[in-house]
């Protein structure tokens, strides 16, 4: 087992690697892959291995909201000391907030963890098994919400989040031909009960959608990631015009230069600003009303005051400000 070989992961992760602008890595571990132990991960950790060798260490986030977690970690410590790779193993109490989802809550405490081992243990890019068949999970979730053009973009191959860079090497790869090779080569990944539980949207997205859209469309996996790919080059291009505008309006935004833009351009330049500066994102109905409030903030007097998250956007004089809620 030590020697297997998977040429789909090998090969996507080398590509990946290419694309990259990499920095030098000066320490000697300059890899991590987000390990679960799932099938996805596990390909992606044996790939790295066999491309990296003593570059490379695991990390585990142990979050304990499952009965089968200490087995999930049990599996991840035997397979990282057969593999000869470094494992950092955390466990993390991820409570959320009013609205928020459990999954929602989970999902950020392990993004913030793993930053704080990337930045612990001098890693450069920490990696994410994700493959293209959830990419086109994430990208029909973002449909059933009504997402905007960044929700429609799917998974970016390469980001940066607390400081750390964060890639997938495996988003343009087909799933099934990662676990065909995991099971040619007899490797074994555990398999996480949760995924068939469809009470979740995604689930039932990836049980129900997803099969019947390959079944019938086989090429879905590229055309999704190309216009995954075509949205994320737009949405850059919405930021950059939308950073130029907020530089030109203000910080905090002059209500009158605000109002001297076009309504689309208001509202490319209002998400931005909240997005940015607040990391809230309004609703379309939100958003509408806003712009309704400030074409009619002709006069001195004129109040304008939204909810938007978990905060309020309001004139403060002849500026917009944006204040959370006591």
């Excluded at 996507?12 to 000697?28: S, T, Y």
């Excluded at 351009?265 to 958003?287: I, K, M, T």
Aim: hydrophobic letters at 45%; aromatic letters at 4%.
């Amino acid at each position: 087992m030590a020697g297997a070989c998977l040429p789909a992961a090998e090969t996507a992760l080398r590509a990946w690697a290419a694309r990259q602008p990499m920095l030098d890595a000066g320490g000697a571990q300059p890899w991590a892959v987000a390990y679960s132990g799932g099938a996805d991960s596990t390909a992606l950790l044996w790939a790295a291995q066999r491309l990296w060798p003593g570059q490379v260490q695991a990390f585990h986030i142990h979050h304990g909201l499952q009965a089968v977690a200490d087995d999930f970690a049990h599996h991840v410590v035997q397979t990282c000391a057969a593999l000869g790779v470094p494992l950092r193993l955390v466990r993390v109490q991820a409570g959320h907030a009013p609205g928020q989802s459990p999954e929602d809550a989970a999902r950020q405490a392990r993004y913030a963890e793993l930053a704080r081992l990337a930045q612990a243990h001098q890693v450069d890019w920490v990696l994410l098994g994700q493959h293209a068949q959830d990419q086109v999970e994430t990208v029909l979730l973002a449909l059933t919400r009504g997402a905007g053009v960044p929700g429609l973009a799917g998974m970016p191959e390469a980001m940066e989040r607390h400081g750390v860079r964060f890639g997938r090497p495996l988003l343009h790869t087909d799933g099934r031909v990662l676990r065909a090779e995991l099971a040619a080569q007899g490797v074994a990944h555990v398999q996480d009960p949760s995924n068939q539980d469809e009470r979740y949207t995604r689930n039932r997205i990836r049980a129900r959608l997803v099969p019947g859209l390959l079944e019938a469309f086989p090429a879905s996996l590229d055309t999704f990631g190309r216009s995954a790919r075509a949205l994320a080059q737009a949405q850059r291009v919405l930021a950059e015009v939308a950073e130029q505008d907020l530089q030109a309006v203000g910080q905090p935004p002059a209500i009158a230069a605000v109002r001297r833009l076009g309504r689309d351009r208001q509202a490319n330049l209002l998400r931005h600003w909240l997005r940015q500066g607040w990391g809230v994102a309004p609703s379309e109905a939100q958003l509408l009303e806003l712009l309704d409030q400030l074409a009619a903030c002709a006069t001195r007097g004129h109040r304008i005051q939204l909810k938007v998250a978990d905060g309020r956007v309001q004139r403060q004089g002849a500026v917009l400000v944006f204040a959370r809620d006591l």
